[in-house]
């Protein structure tokens, strides 16, 4: 076996650990998770998603799931990601307020029926915290997929909050693991609104 080749089993192996052990630290996490997405989805509100840097994927892929459909032909699902528009994100940063470029849109479309999904996989965090802050004054839910536990945004969450926190993985460690969570809550969704 070459060294490019060992060095490439290890990757595997790295992901499998890492894997396994957050299946072992979330599980109820992503079950009570789900149901805070499908009791907004049932009481008509939609889901509002943002991420800084390639977590946005993360959030897309999620919109897209719920928009158009996970696995199988359903309803089109309400959910908003923020970081999509270009355009909006980078006319609020060129006024020099990076900090608002969620919390601004938050406070524009959300309401207390919606809930806010944010995904945190590293680096800076302000206006994601900013983000937490204008949804909770909306009286909206939030839901967090952290790559890190007890980070600055876990001291912000309400009781009826809920965080999803992964062992302290870096980001890309973590992004592979992030989107399994994801499937995970897309194939929920589906199957409390829709049966198997």
């Given at each position: 076996?070459?060294d490019?080749?060992?060095?490439?089993n290890?990757?595997f192996?790295?992901?499998?650990?890492?894997?396994?052990h957050?299946?072992?630290?979330?599980?109820?996490a992503?079950?009570?998770?789900?149901?805070a997405?499908?009791?907004?989805?049932?009481n008509?509100?939609?889901?509002?998603?943002?991420?800084?840097g390639?977590?946005?994927?993360?959030?897309?892929?999620?919109?897209t799931a719920?928009?158009?459909?996970f696995?199988?032909?359903?309803?089109?699902?309400?959910?908003?990601?923020?970081g999509?528009d270009?355009t909006?994100y980078?006319?609020?940063?060129?006024?020099?307020?990076f900090n608002?470029?969620?919390?601004?849109q938050?406070?524009a479309?959300?309401?207390?029926?919606?809930?806010l999904?944010?995904?945190?996989?590293?680096?800076?965090?302000?206006n994601?915290?900013?983000?937490?802050?204008?949804a909770?004054?909306?009286?909206?839910?939030?839901?967090?997929?952290?790559?890190?536990?007890?980070?600055?945004?876990?001291?912000?969450?309400?009781?009826?909050?809920?965080?999803?926190?992964?062992?302290?993985?870096?980001?890309?460690?973590?992004t592979?693991?992030?989107?399994v969570?994801?499937?995970a809550?897309?194939g929920?969704?589906?199957?409390k609104l829709?049966g198997?």
């Amino acid at each position: 076996m070459t060294d490019t080749e060992q060095q490439i089993n290890q990757w595997f192996a790295n992901h499998m650990e890492h894997t396994a052990h957050a299946a072992s630290l979330t599980v109820p996490a992503i079950e009570r998770a789900s149901d805070a997405l499908v009791n907004t989805l049932l009481n008509d509100g939609k889901i509002i998603t943002c991420a800084n840097g390639n977590a946005n994927v993360l959030t897309q892929y999620f919109c897209t799931a719920l928009l158009n459909r996970f696995e199988h032909d359903r309803p089109a699902l309400p959910a908003i990601n923020l970081g999509a528009d270009a355009t909006t994100y980078s006319a609020i940063c060129r006024d020099n307020r990076f900090n608002d470029t969620f919390s601004r849109q938050v406070r524009a479309i959300g309401k207390a029926n919606d809930l806010l999904l944010v995904i945190v996989d590293d680096g800076h965090k302000a206006n994601l915290i900013q983000a937490i802050q204008a949804a909770h004054d909306r009286e909206m839910n939030v839901v967090v997929l952290s790559a890190k536990e007890k980070t600055d945004i876990t001291s912000l969450l309400h009781p009826e909050d809920h965080e999803i926190a992964l062992d302290n993985l870096s980001p890309t460690a973590a992004t592979p693991i992030l989107l399994v969570i994801i499937n995970a809550l897309c194939g929920l969704i589906d199957e409390k609104l829709f049966g198997g």
